[in-house]
């Protein structure tokens, strides 16, 4: 029979990809205060309208198909995580990212599988996580896990389908989307990100709210995860964007409070148009998430 952790780390596994998806283009800020200098005007804000420069941030993000990504994303006492790879998404997202988590209660269920790294490929259809040797040993021999995102639809409430449609749908211009369906979005001021020159914006969203927008979640599936965000304490997020010249996106950070602690997030974008390349792992190496969970499990 297989371990309860093991299904455990199943599921984890799963919110963590949807996570890393929203947030693949996420991350806890690891650069500190010294890549950001000044903020243009001696500290104050910049009131000019946004709105214009972002609609161009989102449409040139959109087109350059594929970044580097680099981040790292802290949920309250569920995890913290450092992600590093490449992401496509000019036909779904797509790519590799080596994801290694760093702390709370996801990385300890991976300390006991005996790694707390993974390797993670994103194809159109599915996600796929690569567990390590002593996952194997409790799964038939097999390393990779698949989530066909139709699976993952079906977990309770309304977050599995959220996390269908985002990790099907997610690209890094979605938290310039955001903010330009907020509202509340603020231009900042010039600054430095890791030696390029960007413009900074700023802005406030209602999380629960903007869960519905782009997204082709049904009326239920919607009021089922805002009382899911509600339950976990997700009320108001700060998006912070940072682009170059070239209006594309090259530093993104959340920031906000759960029920379980503080959820913080930053990712950087570099090489823009880089090449992609994600294989589906091998029919005898993967095990199904669903019929992982639907396994009997010894305590």
């Known amino acids: 029979m297989m371990s309860s952790i093991v299904r ?4 984890s596994t799963a919110v ?3 996570l890393t998806g929203v947030a693949a283009c996420s991350g806890s800020d690891s650069g500190g205060g010294s890549e950001e200098t000044g903020r243009g005007d001696g500290g104050s804000r910049i009131l000019a309208n946004p709105i214009a420069a972002l609609r161009s941030v989102e449409k040139s993000t959109d087109r350059a198909d594929s970044a580097k990504v680099e981040s790292t994303t802290t949920m309250g006492t569920m995890m913290s995580m450092e992600a590093d790879g490449v992401l496509g998404w000019s036909d779904g997202l797509t790519g590799k990212l080596t994801i290694t988590y760093t702390g709370g209660t996801m990385a300890d269920q991976m300390r006991q599988l005996g790694t707390t790294s993974m390797e993670a490929r994103y194809l159109p259809d599915a996600y796929y996580a690569r567990m390590g040797d002593k996952f194997a040993e409790q799964s038939g021999g ?3 896990i698949k989530y066909a995102y139709d699976d993952l639809a079906d977990l309770a409430g309304g977050s599995g389908a959220y996390m269908k449609d985002q990790m099907q749908n997610t690209t890094p211009n979605q938290s310039v989307k955001l903010l330009l369906a907020s509202g509340d979005v603020e231009k900042v001021g010039r600054e430095k990100v890791r030696g390029e020159d ?5 802005g406030t969203v209602e999380v629960a709210d903007l869960a519905g927008r782009d997204t082709n979640l049904s009326a239920d599936q919607l009021a089922g995860l805002k009382r899911q965000l509600e339950q976990a304490g997700v009320t108001t997020e700060t998006i912070d964007i940072w682009v170059n010249d070239e209006n594309l996106l090259v530093k993104k950070s959340e920031k906000g409070e759960l029920a379980t602690g503080s959820m913080s997030s930053t990712a950087y974008y570099s090489d823009y148009g880089v090449k992609v390349s994600a294989e589906e792992p091998a029919a005898g190496d993967t095990a199904d998430f669903k019929d992982l969970v639907r396994t009997p499990s010894a305590s």
């Open 16 to 18: 963590a990809a949807a």
């Open 8 to 11: 455990r780390v199943t599921v």
């Open 198 to 202: 960007t413009t900074h914006y700023s």
């Open 142 to 144: 097999k390393h990779w």
